[in-house]
């Protein structure tokens, strides 16, 4: 009986209602390097201000909101969005504060999936099907983590929650600043429909023209058309977006992939064939750039091998490794001169690499005891 009941549930959720419906929140900082510039000074919070760098043909890399009422746009020259805004006050960025505050979002977010997918400092995709806080209501795991955020950094977030990815992402930027979005399973075909081409990811300017000059605006447009159409006006994308218009983004959340190595390499100005100069660029620039790269997982990780790359002035290229348990000087060293000796060609390129042991269990932990 109880199988009976199961096997109907789970017929019922793969052939009547289709794949389970997965529930996606794409949370995106507001104005986030300018946001914590206003944060932590207070003179810049009431003022036209962008994160740029000092020169004059630097560009900005965010602007708050008033700003933004000027026109001044990211990615904008800093003569432009002075030209638009005299006033407008650019400060150099402090990247190491963003990175310790982007962390501390993170640790927000992991106490609620493990599937996380940073796509940059101050925005990432979780997938929080089977996360069971708040009854595992999206729309309210979404609003407990953006206060949360407020409350541990004073900084706001928006949110979009949605049964497909790429419309989590659509659904962050619907009612910013500080607000959020949702897009139920019910209201997917509707909001697909009325969906401005250009804010569909991977839609940049050279394409929304294109789609443009085929009379393409909206996702219905597209919907109309047939996948060969689609392809054979636009190509592999054009099949992406045919997909995407359908409702059909079989994307989950891509989680950070653990790493298994540190390197670092270097190609010279001019092909070296003296071996002696070799080592000396081997010990004088790579490993201390390797001994600085690496000290970062040793704590966690243990060392497992060491490995020498070599490219020659040819392209090809060759490789030699050996098992230790930390950087040493004399192993690379005879690793690069064995390498070396299996052409005798001049070098373009050499690289060292340190090969990294398990990562340490706390993340299978933390999915048991959270
Ligand atoms: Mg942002």
């Known amino acids: 009986m109880y199988l009976e009941l199961s096997l109907y549930c789970i017929y019922k959720q793969f052939i009547c209602w289709g794949a ?51 026109g001044v746009r990211s990615a904008m020259s800093n003569y432009k969005a002075k030209q638009l805004c005299p006033q407008l006050i650019i400060v150099p960025g402090r990247m190491q504060v963003y990175k310790e505050v982007s962390q501390q979002i993170r640790a927000i977010f992991a106490k609620y999936t493990d599937l996380i997918e940073p796509l940059s400092l101050d925005e990432a995709y979780l997938d929080v099907t089977d996360c069971d806080a708040c009854q595992g209501s999206a729309t309210l795991i979404a609003q407990q983590i953006r206060a949360e955020i407020y409350h541990q950094t004073g900084l706001t977030a928006s949110a979009g929650i949605a049964p497909i990815k790429f419309l989590a992402k659509i659904a962050s930027d619907e009612n910013k600043p500080n607000g959020q979005c ?10 697909i429909d009325s969906l401005p081409l250009k804010k569909i990811p991977g839609v940049g300017k050279v394409t929304h023209e294109k789609l443009l000059a085929c009379g393409l605006v909206h996702g219905k447009d597209i919907k109309a058309l047939s996948l060969d159409e689609m392809a054979n006006r636009f190509g592999k994308f054009g099949r992406v977006l045919w997909r995407r218009c359908q409702g059909i983004d079989e994307r989950g959340v891509e989680t950070e992939r653990v790493r298994k190595s540190v390197g670092v390499e270097t190609t010279f100005e001019k092909d070296i064939q ?40 040819d392209f090809t ?33 050499i690289g060292v690499q340190i090969g990294l042991g398990d990562a340490p269990s706390n993340q299978i932990q933390m999915g048991l005891f959270n």
Request: aromatic content about 8%; some cysteine; hydrophobic content about 40%.
């Open 20 to 70: 389970p419906v997965k529930k996606f929140i794409h949370i995106d900082m507001d104005c986030f390097y300018a946001a914590v510039e206003m944060r932590d000074n207070p003179a810049l919070a009431n003022v036209p201000m962008a994160i740029g760098g000092r020169s004059h043909r630097g560009v900005l890399s965010t602007a708050n909101y008033i700003a933004r009422e000027y």
């Open 182 to 191: 949702v897009i139920t399973p019910s209201q997917v075909d509707e909001f």
């Open 274 to 313: 003296d071996l002696s100069q070799l080592k000396s660029i081997l010990c004088d620039k790579l490993i201390p750039e390797l001994t600085r790269r690496s000290a970062a997982y040793q704590a966690e990780r243990e060392f497992t091998k060491l490995g020498v790359k070599v490219k020659f002035y």
């Open 317 to 349: 290229q060759t490789t030699k490794e050996c098992q230790s348990r930390e950087i040493d000087q004399d192993i690379l060293c005879t690793l690069l001169e064995q390498a070396v000796a299996r052409s005798g060609k001049p070098v373009r390129l």
